[in-house]
């Protein structure tokens, strides 16, 4: 990494292959797609690029805007009034063209998972030269007649958080969470245990998080948007997500002209290394 870089990133494999850049959902890191899957992509002659969005991991955090008030955020949403955010999900699209520029790709498929399945849908629409393929997986078109997330979900991402949290109380709760996210059969809790613990060595804020979550609750709905791309779309989607219903999965294919729908049976919330040679199939056979 380019320490004047605002952005962490790595690498993998050769420049001169077609490039596919992935986004990570909210407070991910780089480290958290399944090593198979990446690897399996680089095999089959592919140039991938992993990186912490802002905020989060490695990459710069914002403190300088300090910490958002949600509860307020959600009063004004309620009430139909503008809301402030110290970023936008737009912005953190541009992050993405400054690192493809600064990476020097003219174009490349776009790939996110959850929340930067959004950023990827925005990357799409604001740079569409930029783009040769747009994935999404485990996202949504942000309609809000959608079914919500499970409560449990929403119970975890709206309790207060602790603004020093210790390793257990971390590992904790990421274990919780996982096991909301994904179905039983992909819970190995020694594997997922030692992931979260190096994530929580890597890199963890819990105002970082905050920004990222209000920049995701601002972002209008791209229903109507949607429609004007013209580029191929891949839309993975599991019928065990707990987030974002198999609904989100089939009204993004909907509404984008040039979309394949994949379902992946028992995949939840997230790419569990137990999905990563599958995912590995569904995306190759997609962009050849």
């Known amino acids: 990494m380019n320490k004047s870089f605002k952005v962490c990133y790595e690498t993998h494999g050769d420049k001169k292959n077609p490039c596919i850049i992935f986004i990570p959902g909210i407070s991910g890191q780089l480290i958290h797609w399944p090593p198979n899957m990446i690897q399996g992509l680089v095999d089959q002659g592919y140039y991938i690029v992993t990186f912490d969005n802002r905020d989060s991991g ?7 805007f300090g910490s958002p008030n949600i ?7 309620q ?3 503008a809301v402030t955010v110290p970023y936008t999900l737009e912005d953190m699209a541009a992050d993405v063209i400054s690192l493809m520029d600064h990476l020097d790709v003219e174009k490349a498929h776009i790939a996110g998972i959850s929340m930067g399945g959004i950023i990827a849908q925005l990357v799409a629409l604001g740079y569409s030269d930029r783009v040769i393929c747009l994935i999404c997986i ?7 007649r959608l079914p919500p997330a499970k409560q449990e979900v929403l119970d975890f991402f709206f309790a207060p958080k602790p603004e020093n949290e210790t390793e257990e109380s971390f590992l904790k709760g990421r274990l919780a969470l996982y096991q909301i996210y994904n179905h039983p059969d992909y819970f190995d809790e020694e594997k997922v245990r030692e992931l979260y613990t190096r994530t929580y060595h890597r ?9 990222q979550l209000v920049a995701m609750m601002a972002t209008e709905s791209r229903f109507e948007k949607l429609r004007e791309l013209s580029m191929k779309a891949l839309i993975i989607h599991g019928d ?3 987030v974002f219903s198999i609904e989100h999965g089939e009204q993004l294919a909907e509404l984008i002209p040039n979309a394949h729908l994949e379902i992946v049976h028992k995949m939840g919330h997230g790419i569990p290394d137990g999905l990563g040679d599958q995912l590995v199939k569904v995306i190759a056979s997609f962009l050849e």
């Open 203 to 211: 890199a963890h804020s819990s105002e970082g998080f905050k920004r």
């Open 58 to 64: 490695l990459s710069y955090y914002y403190d300088e």
């Open 138 to 144: 485990a996202s949504t078109s942000g309609d809000p």
């Open 79 to 81: 009430k139909g009034e």
């Open 71 to 77: 509860n307020e955020l959600i009063e004004a949403k």
């Open 240 to 242: 065990w997500d707990s």
